[in-house]
Structure formats: structure tokens, C-alpha cells
């Protein structure tokens, strides 16, 4: 770059020369983007940034990222706030043809290439360093007139996770064409951290196109963590299709992704045919026309359909790697000296030889060029950043990235991941998740591949202490999984053929990863093996798949991201993820549970007769809610239940026309479902508005005649199934919790129920009594119970053939109102017209058809005495019934809370731990500003009430420090720093404290501090 003005090249004669259009030609070597050690270049009045901005949308008004958060945009995100999208993500990705925000993916919408995408787009038109007009219509836009898209991505697999990719497509969105282009990366790496920049080794592999570094002593501003390799591959180059030469040797000249023709001629129309936005059965633009559809270059949504144009790796006349320097930094080696940093080391051609042999801080320079660039035209050019543990690990990384690469990014990917919830309790842990992953299909394979769940635990969010297992190179590869009180590992999987070590190794690894043990699955866990209260510890629950021998896949784990802000202790947990303190709970904690109904079940009967039972287990009691009220409603074919929690939801929004609005829940009843306007009148469902009740969407359409009005306020009040038609009946615990609560059920087929069936008490008769279905047959049986009740005459009951007999049959079947049965006697012994002992009567039954059902046979007691029964006796027969669709249930939740008595007994509990406090606390966090120093001193006080004051003095009476202490009611628990309340550190010796807890009394006691 030169820091002379960008000026309209002349000829010999001093006259413009003129290009094909008769346009003036401008020379300008380069814009400088102007980084510095401190930031970038700004103007001399301090106000402008002279350097790449980011850009909340393009000239057409096409999204890039939400204005309103202080996030790049990433796959991953969530909706925290509730507004129906991703916080990250701007209103603009919403795709109507799939009625939801999806991501703008390169290859499809709604899917990143990798486990985690990142996206943004930059220009540089706030540079006015230079007096250059790329858009002469707008004199206030400077730089070159460039936008940069910027896709990085990352995988999990431990093949690939110790690499990064940096994509960026270099857009010309000026009017003027720009030639003798050079797209160029400046690195400046620091091996052993920000300290550590004196002692760096680098070196170049022309071969490999691959640039490294490694730190000469092996040693890092961590304490005792030996640092690894770094560097960068670089993987694609921009093409350049104007110079008729043949740049990247595939037999073809000049191939384009901007020239509307299939180059290499790769694209499918039985596969490939699927329309702009990358996805089948949308009918959208291009969609099964026969014809391949290039992607529109000016909309990130619209990236085209498969293997043509952009998403075509091989449609681009790749010119490679043009240059590379690796100088030390300082003198004119900085990014400032612009010119000299263009001039001396990005000229094509040159490939400075790099030295191992001399340590320093070594800077990399990569450039690949020249080419033109015209008005409208993208470039695109794509490196891999690498770690590694050592120089075998590192290049083995960079292997895996050049096969990413030539796959087009296409790479094994791990299931879904699970939402972990973590519950903090006394020296334990409590971790439920969701089954997610386990109906995860994988594009790769084409197969649902989910095999099993592995938990993590670790101090360090990274949970880098936890890569134990090594490769055959000796280098940190594989994460060993949390081990039980037990000693087994915490991993969970299917049963089925899979299991041990998969028959698929890493490739160059010589390792494999470890299926399970054929265990089965669960969906919690409480961890109490050597929890320590006090402690913070980051647990990961990741599903994995088994691999596909045939494709020569190895299985794939899902990622564990936490992100720490060392500036502000700020932790970013993904949802499979979980940051955690065990504790006890505050004094006079009580847990919530569920309500008895009455003094045999917590279940209310509502409708309906099955035998059932229900289980319930409390995992999380802090999620119960007060007095909440869930409905268990069933259906069949197949025999399914649902739990519909009857707590009205109630949500704001605004009403968007014709944009899907997706409520915070799903699976929603219709018939408790309001809307209402503005002014709170309830409008109504398919007139104002549609409902969707299985997906919990809402959308007012330009079609129906609404009184709502777009861009209206309007508010939502629904209930939603928290369980939807579960299959599990056998006591599984794979249901999800609700509330805190998971509900076990188990279910029974209609059968005799012996150990019920029997003489009722008080009888005095002794018949042995046999009960079974009429011919043997189990289409005779019927659900119900039944009481046999005699009589002191014989023509208590008289069939529908004129025989008598002593006794009455009821069907007593709780939930129905007692009513009399039809009986039959089967009079074959003495055929009198009457019972008589040892004779059966069978249960008749003529709606819908007659058919006789139960068949009811007495006989003597074995060796017994034969006592007859008299009249008042009675003989109960029970039976096993399947839930049916008349069953309802309803179950009653109360919410954890403080019992104040029991607070007041429990105050002299209270201790401060350690105590005393020596030198140092193995509970105190690393100071993650200054990892070379110790972190804040610590302790904390336990069993504390979940409101009161703490006061610490000297023990002259002074005043140290206040601490007041309001919690949650299951936390007992509060730190304190040994500052002052000045925040200076308490000198040694013997404090006293104070616990004022108001009404419920007070606790004083010593604390002594020995540095």
C-alpha cells in the first residue's frame, strides 16, 4: 500500500487512459484496513474507525445480524429473550416456506456445514485514508468498495476439533473493476499466551501450504501448562477466469462460479434439483425445473441448489499461494507501514525461506494474486487455523482440514444436543436432559446413527484436564468421561450390536473411540463422587453416534462449549452444557413435592378405570410450581398418554402479517387457547387468526378478514402438553421431567387379578372360587371388578333361562356406579334349574353383541372344611385393566419453601468453611486475567437463612465488612473475598461475625485467618 492517493492512470503523454468503456482507469495500489497492535487506524480528529465495519444489512436491505445484540451471529444461538428467534440472528432470516428463522447456510438454508457456524459480513467504506470514490454517485463512501462474508467453522470430531475454518467471500460491490488484486492474512502468534512472544520457532511447509509455530522453552504464562503448535493451512485461493490459463491444473480454463454454467458438469438432476434455497420439497424458485439454480449473489438466503456456482468447490480457476513471509515484528514489520509491508513481502512469486533456527516474534504473511476483480464480482479464499498438542498432532489436523476442505466442508456430524439441566444439592450434583438427539438423522450416512450419552465434569470450563486419552503419537486425543462413586464411566448407550471400541480407529490415530457397555440409556444422573460444596464445577452432556464402517466414518461426539469472560466472569453455557456450585440448602428449606389427594394416592381419578401405577421422582424441587395442576389424559391404538399442565402461559408479541409466530411451548390445547387484541378483546380462531396448535404457531395471513392489525401488540394466554403421547408404560424413565418432576407409569394388560381376587373380609363362606375367561379365550375377558354377594335364599337371582341361584354378581369397578350383572347358569350336574354346588355361571354380556365373558366356577376347599357361605358374604374378583381413552388423572404439585421455625432451630448450624482459612483455599477460581497469579481469596459461610446480614469485625469491635445475603431457598450458601469493605485484603488473626437473620434470630461466631 502506498500513502500516496489513488490517482487516474495516464500515458506517456500525460493523457487518461481510457478502459473498453471509455471509463477513466484508476491505480491504487491498496486500501489499508489499518490493524495495529491496539486496534485499528482512525482518522486524526479520532472519530472515524479507518478500517472493516460490520454491516447490519446490504444495500438491498438483506439481514446479516440482529442491530440490537452485542453478538455475531452463530448456528447454535438460542431465543433467550423470547421475541421467536435466536437472539443473534436478525428478524430477516425468517423463511416463510418453513414458517420459522432458519440459518443462512452456504450449501441450504436452515443448516450450518459444520457442528458451529459463525457469520458476518464486513466493508470498509468508514477508510478515508485515501481519497478513493469507489461509488462516485456517493462521495461519503471511501475504502476499495469491498465486502468481505465471513463464515468460520468448527466441528466436535476429535479428528477435527482442534481446527477452525476462516471462509471469506470478497465481494466488488462498486461500479469500478479492480485490477491487480492480492487478497493477503497478516498472523501474529504468540505461543504460550499474550506474555510469551520472545521465544517463538516458526517455520513454512511449502508442500503442505501450511505455516506453524511452537514456543523454544516449552513453557507458558500457565503455570505448569506446556504449551502446543499453531498455525495455518491455507486451503482455497481466489480464481481468476479472465487470463485463459488453466491456474489450478483440473483441465479446465477460466471455470467460474459467476458464468451460469455447470463447469465440471457434477450437478444432479435426480439429487441436486431442490431450487435456491438448497432444500427439497419447498417449492421454491428453480425447484424440480430440470435446470441447475445458481444462487443469488446479493442474498445470503438464497444460496442456490447443490454442486453449481457457489456451492461448487471445483467452479473456480484457483490461482494458489503467490507468496509468504514469516519476518520478526517491530520496525517497518507492522501492519501501519502499509507500503512497505505490500512492496517487501505480497508480491507474487516471492517465498521467503523461513528458519527454525532463531527464536523471536515471528509474524506470517500470506498472499495470493494477482487478479482482476470487477464490478460485481466475488472471490473467494479459505484457510484453517490449527492447534495441536505437538508437530505429529499438528499436521495430522492439518490432513483432516484438507479433506474437510476437498468434501466441501461436508464432515461427519454428531447427533443433536441434549439440554442439560443441573440441580446444586448438598455434596452432590443433580443432571437431568431431554432425548433430542436420540431421532437425530445424519446427512452423511442417511441413517438415525444415535448411539449413547457421555458425561463430562471439570474446574475448568474448557474441560481440558479431562483430555486424557492419547493417540499412538502420545498426543492428548479423546476425553475420558466423568467415573461414577462406582468407578465405571458415566456414559450411557443403546443396546444393541454396537459396543466397546468401535471397529472404525482414527485415521492415523491408531485409537478408537469407546461405544459403552451395552448399559441402555438414562436421562439423569446425580453425581456424588467427591463433590465438594463449595467448589464450581462445568459438567457436559454429549450424544454420540456409532460411525458408519461402510462410508469409513468414525463416530462423532457432540461439542461442549463454554465460554468465560476473563474482563467480567461472565459464563456463556451451551444448552448441553452446565456451570454449578453444590450447596447446602438455606436453613428451614423444605423440598416441593407432589400433593397428596387422599391417604392411598397422590393421583385424582377423574374419569376412566385402569389399573396403572403411577411413580413419581422429584430431580429438580426448585422448578415445582405452587398449587399447579397437571392432567393426564390417554389415548390408544397404541395405549399413549399425554400430561397437560393446566397453568395458563401467557405471552405479548407482536402480529407480523403473514410471519409465523412461534410461542415459548408447543403441543397446545386448542380449546383453552385465547388471543387478544390490543384492547383486550378476545378475537377469534380461523376468522383473526390461524392456530397451530402441534408446532405453537400463530399467524394472522392477509387472506382472512382480521381486526388485528399488523404491527399490533396482542397477548397470548394457552395451555400446552408438557408430556405428548409417551409410550412409556413399563416404568422407563425416559419421560421428560416437568417441572422438576419425572412421572413413571406403568401400564397392564387386561387380566385376572389373583392376589386381589379373594373372599371378601368378614365371609364365612370358603369356596375355592376360579375365575377365567369363558372357553379359555382372551377375547372373553372384560375390564372390570366384581362382587359376588350371597344370599340366605336360593332364588336371590333368576337368568334369562329360568334358573335360580343365591347370589347376585355387581360390577363394582372403581370410577363407574356399582350396577347388577347378568348371570348364566351353566346347570350340567343335576340340571334342576337351580345352583348347585360345583356347577359354573358365566358373566353375560349382550351390548354390542350377547357373548358370554368371565365363566365362575366353586368348588371344595381342597382338605378343608366346607363352610357355605351365608347371606352378607361376598367374594371380590378384580382385574388388571389397560388405560383407555376414558381415563383421565390429575395430579397437584406444591413448590419448595422456608419453614420459619425450623429456620430459627437450624441458625446454630451456621460455620464459615475452611475454618481457619490457611494461606490458601482449594475452592478459590485461577485468576483468568492473570493465570501466572492466584485467583481471589475465599471461604464462604454454609446453612444460612435465605435472607439475613453478615457482619465481620476485628476483634476490637471494627467494622471489616457487610455482606448481605438474599437467595434462592435451596442456597445456604455465601462467599466472602477477605477484603474490607474498603476492598483491601484483611490482614491475619481472629475476626468475629455476625448473622442477622431478623425475626428468626441471629448467629455470632470467630474466623480465623492465618496468610
Known amino acids: 500500500n502506498s500513502h500516496i492517493d489513488a490517482y487516474i492512470k495516464k500515458d506517456a503523454n500525460g493523457d487518461p487512459v481510457l478502459d473498453d468503456d471509455g471509463n477513466p482507469v484508476w491505480v491504487a495500489k491498496a486500501i489499508s484496513d489499518g490493524l495495529v497492535s491496539l486496534g485499528g487506524e482512525i482518522s486524526p480528529d479520532g472519530k472515524v474507525f479507518w478500517g472493516w465495519e460490520p454491516l447490519a444489512y446490504n444495500d438491498l436491505g438483506v439481514p446479516y445480524g440482529d442491530p440490537n445484540s452485542p453478538r455475531i451471529p452463530t448456528s447454535n444461538d438460542v431465543d433467550r429473550d423470547g421475541d421467536g428467534k435466536p437472539d443473534s440472528w436478525p428478524e430477516g432470516w425468517y423463511n416463510a416456506n418453513l414458517k420459522k428463522h432458519v440459518w443462512p447456510g452456504a450449501l441450504r438454508q436452515g443448516s450450518s456445514n459444520a457442528d458451529l457456524e459463525s457469520f458476518f459480513v464486513v466493508d470498509d467504506r468508514s477508510n478515508q485514508e485515501f481519497k478513493y470514490y469507489p461509488f462516485p454517485e456517493d462521495s461519503t463512501r471511501l475504502g476499495l468498495g469491498i465486502e468481505i462474508e465471513c463464515r468460520y467453522y468448527q466441528w466436535s470430531n476429535p479428528l477435527a476439533e482442534d481446527v477452525i475454518f476462516l471462509i471469506y467471500k470478497v465481494t466488488n460491490k462498486s461500479t469500478k473493476d479492480l485490477n491487480e488484486v492480492v487478497f493477503g492474512m497478516w498472523g501474529d502468534p504468540h505461543i504460550g499466551g499474550p506474555s510469551n512472544w520472545r521465544d517463538d520457532l516458526s517455520y513454512f511447509d511449502e508442500e503442505m501450504n501450511m505455516v506453524y509455530a511452537w514456543d523454544e522453552d516449552g513453557k507458558s504464562d500457565v503455570a505448569g501448562r506446556k504449551p502446543g503448535y499453531f498455525g495455518y493451512i491455507f486451503l482455497e485461493s481466489p480464481g481468476n477466469p479472465h487470463d485463459g490459463i488453466d491456474n489450478d491444473g483440473d483441465g479446465m480454463v477460466d471455470e467460474s462460479r459467476n458464468n451460469g454454467i455447470d463447469d465440471d458438469g457434477d450437478w444432479d438432476p435426480e439429487t441436486d434439483d431442490v ?28 444460496p442456490g441448489e447443490p454442486n453449481f456456482e457457489w456451492t461448487d468447490l471445483d467452479e473456480s480457476d484457483m490461482i494458489g499461494l503467490t507468496s509468504f513471509a514469516a519476518p520478526n515484528f517491530g520496525g517497518n514489520n507492522r501492519i501501519s507501514k502499509d507500503h512497505y509491508i505490500y512492496t517487501t513481502y505480497m508480491t507474487p ?144 448407550d443403546l443396546i ?206 392477509d387472506t382472512l378478514n382480521s381486526n388485528i392489525k399488523d404491527g399490533e401488540e396482542v397477548t397470548f394466554e394457552y395451555t400446552h402438553y408438557a408430556l405428548w403421547e409417551s409410550r412409556h408404560l413399563n416404568n422407563e424413565e425416559a419421560n421428560p421431567v416437568i417441572d422438576g418432576i419425572k412421572i413413571y407409569v406403568k401400564g397392564e394388560p387386561l387380566s385376572l387379578n389373583h392376589e386381589k381376587s379373594k373372599w371378601i373380609e368378614g365371609s364365612t363362606g370358603n369356596y375355592a372360587v376360579t375365575v377365567g375367561p369363558f372357553d379359555g379365550k382372551a377375547s372373553n375377558m372384560r375390564p372390570g371388578d366384581y362382587e359376588i354377594r350371597w344370599f340366605n335364599n336360593d332364588d336371590a337371582y333368576t337368568d334369562t333361562l329360568n334358573n335360580t341361584m343365591p347370589f347376585e354378581i355387581w360390577n363394582v369397578t372403581p370410577g363407574l356406579v356399582p350396577f347388577k350383572e ?186 480465623a485467618v492465618i496468610k
Not at 276 to 298: H, V
Not at 609 to 625: K, N
Not at 635 to 646: C, G, H, K, M
Request: aromatic letters at 12%; charged letters at 25%; one cysteine or more.
Open 275 to 302: 431450487g435456491i434455497d438448497g432444500l427439497p420439497n419447498t417449492g421454491d424458485t428453480g425447484e424440480d425445473d430440470g435446470l441447475p439454480t445458481a444462487g443469488n449473489a446479493y442474498d445470503i438466503r438464497q
Open 349 to 492: 512469486g516471492q517465498f521467503d525461506s523461513l528458519s527454525a533456527d532463531v527464536a523471536g516474534d515471528n509474524i506470517f504473511l500470506y498472499g495470493s494474486g494477482n487478479f482482476t476483480l470487477k464490478a460485481g464480482e466475488a472471490r473467494r479464499f479459505s484457510i484453517a487455523l490449527l492447534v495441536g498438542d505437538g508437530f505429529d498432532d499438528l499436521t495430522l489436523n492439518a490432513k483432516t482440514a484438507r479433506q474437510i476442505y476437498d468434501t466441501n466442508y461436508q464432515f461427519a456430524k454428531p447427533p443433536e444436543k441434549p439440554t442439560l439441566t443441573a440441580v446444586p444439592g448438598n455434596e452432590k450434583v443433580t443432571l437431568y436432559w431431554d432425548d433430542i438427539a436420540e431421532s437425530s438423522w445424519d446427512p452423511i450416512s442417511k441413517e438415525y446413527d444415535f448411539e449413547g450419552y457421555v458425561l463430562y465434569r471439570s474446574t475448568d470450563p474448557s474441560f481440558l484436564d479431562q483430555q486424557n486419552i492419547t493417540d499412538v503419537n502420545g498426543s492428548r486425543f479423546l476425553f475420558e468421561p466423568h467415573t461414577t462413586e462406582t468407578g465405571g464411566w458415566a456414559k450411557w
Open 496 to 701: 444393541n450390536e454396537y459396543e466397546g471400541p468401535s471397529e472404525i480407529p482414527y485415521a492415523d490415530r491408531g485409537v478408537a473411540y469407546h461405544l459403552g457397555n451395552n448399559t441402555g440409556l438414562v436421562h439423569s444422573f446425580v453425581d456424588s463422587n467427591n463433590v465438594i460444596n463449595g467448589q464450581r464445577y462445568y459438567y457436559a452432556i454429549c450424544s454420540y453416534d456409532h460411525g458408519n464402517k461402510v462410508l469409513g466414518i468414525g463416530p462423532s461426539e457432540s461439542s461442549k462449549t463454554i465460554t468465560l469472560n476473563p474482563e467480567t466472569n461472565e459464563i456463556f453455557l451451551d444448552i448441553n452444557t452446565a456451570s454449578v456450585i453444590p450447596r447446602e440448602p438455606a436453613a428451614g428449606y423444605s423440598s416441593g413435592y407432589v400433593a397428596d389427594y387422599d391417604t392411598i394416592s397422590t393421583l385424582k381419578r377423574i374419569a376412566g378405570f385402569g389399573t396403572g401405577d403411577f411413580a413419581f421422582e422429584i430431580l429438580d424441587p426448585m422448578a415445582i410450581e405452587d398449587t399447579n395442576t397437571f392432567e393426564i389424559t390417554f389415548d390408544v391404538n397404541p395405549i399413549r398418554y399425554s400430561i397437560e399442565d393446566l397453568s395458563p402461559i401467557i405471552e405479548t408479541r407482536l402480529i407480523k402479517e403473514n410471519v409465523f409466530i412461534t410461542l415459548k411451548k408447543n403441543r397446545l390445547n386448542a380449546t383453552r387457547f385465547i388471543l387478544k387484541n390490543s384492547s383486550g378483546t378476545v378475537m377469534t380462531q380461523g376468522q383473526d387468526y390461524l392456530l397451530f396448535p402441534e408446532a405453537g404457531q400463530v399467524v394472522v395471513t
Open 822 to 1007: 347378568r348371570i348364566v347358569l351353566l346347570d350340567y350336574l343335576t340340571r334342576n334349574k337351580k345352583w348347585d354346588m360345583g356347577e359354573d355361571v358365566a358373566l353375560l354380556e349382550i351390548d354390542p353383541k350377547t357373548q358370554l365373558t368371565w365363566l365362575i366356577s366353586f368348588a371344595k376347599p381342597g382338605n378343608a372344611t366346607v363352610n357355605h357361605p351365608i347371606g352378607g358374604d361376598g367374594y371380590y374378583i378384580a382385574t388388571n385393566r389397560p388405560f383407555t381413552s376414558a381415563d383421565i388423572y390429575q395430579y397437584e404439585t406444591q413448590a419448595s419453601a422456608i419453614n420459619p421455625e425450623m429456620a430459627t432451630n437450624e441458625l446454630g448450624d451456621i460455620r464459615v468453611i475452611p475454618n481457619p482459612y490457611v494461606v490458601t483455599n482449594v475452592l478459590e477460581p485461577l485468576d483468568r486475567q492473570n493465570p501466572r497469579d492466584r485467583g481471589p481469596r475465599k471461604v464462604y459461610f454454609d446453612k444460612l437463612p435465605n435472607e439475613c446480614t453478615i457482619r465481620i469485625y476485628t476483634t476490637t469491635g471494627e467494622l471489616v465488612k457487610e455482606i448481605t445475603h438474599n437467595s434462592a431457598f435451596d442456597d445456604g450458601q455465601e462467599s466472602w473475598d477477605l477484603t474490607t469493605k474498603d476492598n483491601f485484603p484483611i490482614a491475619f488473626g481472629v475476626y468475629i461475625y455476625h448473622i442477622d437473620a431478623g425475626e428468626l434470630g441471629e448467629k455470632i461466631g470467630r474466623l
